[in-house]
């Protein structure tokens, strides 16, 4: 694979907004953990994970992503087996699941969130390598058998939130093959059956009926379908609604000690990773909250310009898949936050405390890079 690479082309406004929504990150990570400094434990390894993944990410920027693909089946077997042993030898931590392991120097990881980068790379160069195959039912049956492992590994982790995540970045990527549109249509009549299907079993007090769905995780649904009769569950929600509102226009300003701050009188919950868009809008408020989302937005339009430009079929599929992630998990954390979806789990990239996320978002954007300054002329 002859590498011509003209840094012309290097994209560099994608590094910027990521390197900014990152630089931000940390000092909300510094307020909404109430960190005295910087110099606090917890912001210092989200600083070292920040300068540690970015300069991951302007390596794997100069490696051809060609060679990733080639290897991605390894990659991929990899995953899997590391999957399993999350599950024999992982550690436990919250709702009984087992989702971290230990590692020397680096500590706690979560493997899962690597195994979203080795899904695009492995998914990548199957639909490459079988886009003659992808309109039949044999090629759409054994990709969805290449999925379903390291998905339900990771669900009887249990991750519910994560399997969500791998589906919706492998299901843009096949979307974004030489699907037929039919195909297309008929994956997205099944997702609006099961969703009705989920509605009524919830409707009917049948969810004990939904073998995926663990105790708290349905809870965490009832109170959404059901605030009034689970009002102490959705306390959750409501103060980081109210937290958001209070932030008004301009903001009560980062590392406040207003007595009036939700954040401050510990009503947050998880407010450093599942609700720290909450610290964004009470501390940032309305200015600073549209600033973050609009980046986001940026970012994700700078992959679909990417993808557009790509040199090769697996090449646009990876800017789509880690767009889709992005995208995805972006809009879902804020959804939860402002109250429209029920609580999920899901992290905000860039922002929640979390070296292993970090470290893998830095990796898929290392790769999209590469993609770019292989782009067309």
């Known amino acids: 694979m002859k590498l011509d690479y003209d840094f012309k082309q290097y994209d560099f406004k994608l590094l910027f907004f990521i390197v900014a929504l990152n630089t931000i990150g940390i000092f909300i990570v510094r307020s909404a953990t109430s960190a005295e400094s910087f110099k606090d434990a917890l912001v210092v390894r989200q600083i070292l994970g920040s300068f540690v993944g970015l300069a991951m990410c302007v390596a794997i920027s100069l490696f051809d992503y060609r060679k990733f693909c080639k290897y991605s089946i390894y990659i991929y ?11 024999i030898y992982g550690t436990a931590s919250g709702h009984g699941a087992t989702r971290w392991i230990t ?4 500590g706690k990881i979560q493997p899962a969130e690597f195994v979203k980068v080795a899904l695009i790379l492995f998914f990548a160069e199957y639909l490459q ?11 759409l049956i054994l990709e969805g058998l290449y999925l379903l492992l390291p998905v339900g590994l990771v669900l009887i982790q249990p991750n519910l939130s994560t399997a969500i995540i ?5 299901s843009a990527m096949t979307f974004a093959s030489p699907l037929k549109l039919r195909y297309i249509m008929a994956f997205l009549a099944v997702a609006a059956t ?13 969810y004990d009926k939904i073998p995926i769905l663990q105790g708290y995780q349905i809870q965490r649904i ?21 937290a958001i509102g209070s932030g008004m226009f301009k903001g009560k300003g980062l590392f406040n000690n207003s007595i009036f701050s939700v954040k401050n009188g510990n009503f947050l919950i998880e407010e450093d990773n599942d609700f ?16 973050i989302i609009i980046i986001f937005l940026l970012i994700i339009l700078e992959c679909l310009i990417i993808a557009y ?4 079929l697996s090449g646009r599929l990876i800017c789509v898949g880690v767009m889709a992630w992005i995208g995805f998990q972006t809009y879902t954390n804020i959804a939860v936050a402002t109250g429209l979806f029920p609580n999920t789990g899901i992290t905000l990239p860039f922002f929640s405390r979390g070296v292993s996320s970090l470290l893998s978002v830095y990796f898929g954007f290392g790769i999209v890079l590469n993609v770019a300054l292989q782009r067309k002329t």
Do not use: W
């Open 77 to 87: 077997i990899i995953s899997v087996i590391i999957l399993a042993g999350v599950k």
């Open 103 to 106: 590692v020397p120097v680096l």
């Open 129 to 139: 390598k079988t886009k003659e195959e992808i309109n039949t039912a044999h090629g």
């Open 166 to 170: 791998m589906t919706v970045i492998v």
């Open 194 to 206: 099961i969703l009705i299907l989920l509605f009524y079993l919830f409707a009917s007090g049948l």
């Open 222 to 242: 009832l109170t959404f379908l059901k605030p009034d009769e689970n009002s102490s569950g959705y306390a959750q929600q409501m103060y980081s609604i109210m």
């Open 276 to 291: 720290i868009f909450a610290v964004i809008g009470e501390e940032l408020g309305f200015r600073g909250a549209i600033i």
């Open 309 to 312: 430009r790509a040199k090769t």
